[in-house]
């Protein structure tokens, strides 16, 4: 059983999308995460659904939750002041930029070793260059107890 | 809109179940991840899905992914080896051990705040102390953009 044998279609952003289309792909599809493509459709990065939870909430409420109770009557503006005029590349967490992909060859233990390094929900699989779509991390457990 | 309002039934496992059965459940399910309980119930730990993966991949095939390939014919094997005779506490992330709940009473601001606080894939929800179900990024994502 190789990558290409377990890989699924997965909703895709490009980076220069705008940051709110990624939220709502995510909520009205319940994703664990969603794949960002650069400009030419190739994988570039994982945003992973905590991630955008991270970086919806500003981080003056971060830093003192206790706040985060006041200002809950207005909750809306505030994550529309985070989200406004960013893009969906200002989201992405430092390691999980630049992922490299599988490969459509590789076997599961090898998804199974990038993913662990790269301790990411999902990953992509591409084949000579060309994406093919992404394994998520249970998918991928699925396929080992079927090994 | 509270935590009581966005909660969800979630699977959830006890820390002294089999490993193989956390497994089990998260890829027959699809979930991103797991709640894992103490013996009275209570919530204790979240298990994320990419952190079985990396669970799973033994130690010489993460320190040397070129044995992943080499290896593959018998992944079944090493991955039983891993999981054989280990409770499901044995999985778990520092980080997500002992997670603080949200409380039903929490706003959605609350929730997103403790969930950006754990980087987790979701957050377990109780109310006086019993466990009333999970809410996941995805979801709490979906609650902001109706709030």
Redesign the interface.
């Known amino acids: 059983m190789h990558a290409a044998d377990i890989v699924e279609e997965f909703p895709v952003i490009t980076i220069d999308a705008e940051s709110l289309d990624a939220?709502?792909m995510?909520?009205?599809?319940?994703?664990?995460g969603i794949l960002v493509v650069d400009a030419s459709g190739g994988p570039f990065a994982v945003l992973?659904?905590?991630?955008?939870?991270?970086f919806?909430?500003p981080r003056y409420?971060?830093d003192d939750?206790v706040l985060?109770?006041v200002?809950?009557e207005s909750?809306?503006d505030?994550?529309a002041e985070r989200l406004s005029g960013k893009m969906v590349g200002a989201m992405l967490p430092e390691h999980l930029v630049d992922v490299p992909p599988a490969e459509f060859d590789?076997?599961?233990?090898?998804v199974?070793?990038?993913?662990?390094?790269l301790?990411?929900?999902l990953i992509p699989v591409v084949k000579h260059g060309r994406l093919l779509g992404v394994i998520?991390?249970?998918?991928?457990?699925?396929a080992?107890?079927k090994?």
């Open positions: 939220v709502r995510i909520a009205e599809q319940s994703l664990p992973p659904a905590s991630q955008v939870v991270r919806i909430v409420v971060q939750p985060a109770g200002l809950s909750v809306a505030h994550i590789d076997t599961i233990l090898e199974a070793a990038k993913m662990a390094r301790r990411t929900p998520t991390a249970s998918r991928l457990l699925a080992v107890l090994s």
